[in-house]
């Protein structure tokens, strides 16, 4: 973990070094990620501020889409949704190229599909549930024509949006989904939190196969990694499964 971190940080400078916005953009944005997903809200802002001061140099639509879809991923997880939506929005009045799209899915990148699939939280908690819906199924559409690992990552996504919504039902179908594609693939990063919704909503499903012990190794596996922006969310899972088997005092005890 602390090699990829490095390494980020030294492409970041040589790609500054040479002035290859090209190259900038998507080290960048995998430095700002590398920061939500360890929980540094302080590092992340930083990287956010460096964020918007490039998408002023850049001509590139998609690559200032991929920037505008960063900040808006950014700002949702700091709980700013209008502003969160409004980024959104913006990148996909930028482009809406989808055979461009993938030649960024190597880098990691896809905005258009990112922006659709994120976009869906915010239209839901500002009311707009349909166009919500829309979105998310856009998303997994282009996803799936795009690229394996980004399917996965979208699955999961709308996975973790319905459990989130308390569609249980939806949230297993589209994990179990997400956990198929993984197995296929032999994707690896993100399949521990795909297993971690997929116990979930089947413990809410009520399925006498599953108990809390299941999901609470599946959030150690999670926290072996390093990983800590989910892990409160997760931990809640954890809290109403003990709940469910009518041990509410260790539920506490894991919040």
Same mark, same amino acid.
């Given at each position: 973990?602390?090699?990829?971190?490095?390494?980020?940080? *030294?492409?970041?400078?040589?790609?500054?070094?040479?002035?290859?916005?090209?190259?900038?953009?998507?080290?960048?944005?995998?430095?700002? *990620?590398?920061?939500?997903?360890?929980?540094?809200?302080?590092?992340?802002?930083?990287?956010?501020?460096?964020?918007?001061?490039?998408?002023?140099?850049?001509?590139?639509?998609?690559?200032?889409?991929?920037?505008?879809?960063?900040? =808006?991923? &950014? %700002?949702?997880?700091? =709980?700013? @949704?209008? +502003?969160?939506?409004?980024?959104?929005?913006? #990148?996909? #009045?930028?482009?809406?190229?989808?055979?461009?799209?993938?030649?960024?899915?190597?880098? =990691?990148?896809?905005? &258009?599909?990112f922006a659709l699939l994120h976009?869906?939280?915010?239209?839901?908690?500002?009311? +707009?549930?349909?166009?919500? +819906?829309?979105?998310?199924?856009?998303?997994?559409? *282009?996803?799936?024509?795009?690229?394996?690992?980004?399917?996965?990552?979208?699955?999961? *996504?709308?996975?973790?949006?319905?459990?989130?919504?308390?569609?249980?039902?939806?949230?297993?179908?589209?994990?179990?989904?997400?956990?198929?594609?993984a197995d296929e693939y032999g &994707?690896?990063?993100?399949?521990?939190?795909?297993? @971690?919704?997929?116990?979930?909503?089947?413990?809410?499903?009520?399925?006498?196969? &599953?108990?809390?012990?299941?999901? #609470?190794?599946?959030?150690?596996?999670?926290? %072996?990694?390093?990983?800590?922006?989910?892990?409160?969310?997760?931990?809640?899972?954890?809290?109403?499964?003990?709940?469910?088997?009518?041990?509410?005092?260790?539920?506490?005890?894991?919040?």
């Open positions: 973990a602390a090699d990829l971190e490095q390494n980020l940080t *030294r492409a970041q400078d040589l790609s500054e070094e040479l002035e290859e916005l090209s190259s900038l953009v998507p080290v960048l944005i995998g430095v700002g *990620r590398w920061h939500q997903v360890h929980a540094d809200r302080v590092a992340a802002t930083v990287v956010a501020e460096q964020e918007i001061r490039l998408l002023e140099r850049l001509d590139d639509p998609l690559l200032a889409s991929s920037l505008t879809v960063q900040l =808006g991923t &950014i %700002a949702l997880l700091q =709980g700013e @949704i209008d +502003r969160a939506y409004e980024y959104f929005h913006r #990148a996909l #009045a930028l482009s809406d190229d989808a055979q461009e799209e993938t030649r960024l899915v190597p880098l =990691g990148l896809a905005p &258009i599909t976009s869906s939280p915010t239209l839901w908690l500002s009311g +707009r549930i349909n166009q919500a +819906r829309s979105n998310m199924k856009k998303s997994l559409i *282009r996803a799936q024509k795009a690229h394996p690992a980004l399917f996965f990552n979208a699955l999961f *996504r709308a996975a973790l949006t319905h459990q989130l919504l308390r569609e249980p039902v939806a949230a297993k179908q589209l994990a179990h989904q997400a956990l198929t594609v &994707i690896i990063l993100s399949k521990e939190e795909a297993q @971690i919704v997929h116990t979930a909503a089947r413990l809410q499903c009520g399925d006498p196969k &599953i108990g809390s012990a299941i999901l #609470a190794e599946h959030i150690r596996a999670y926290r %072996a990694t390093g990983a800590q922006l989910l892990l409160p969310l997760y931990l809640s899972f954890l809290a109403e499964a003990y709940w469910r088997e009518h041990d509410p005092q260790k539920g506490l005890q894991v919040v």
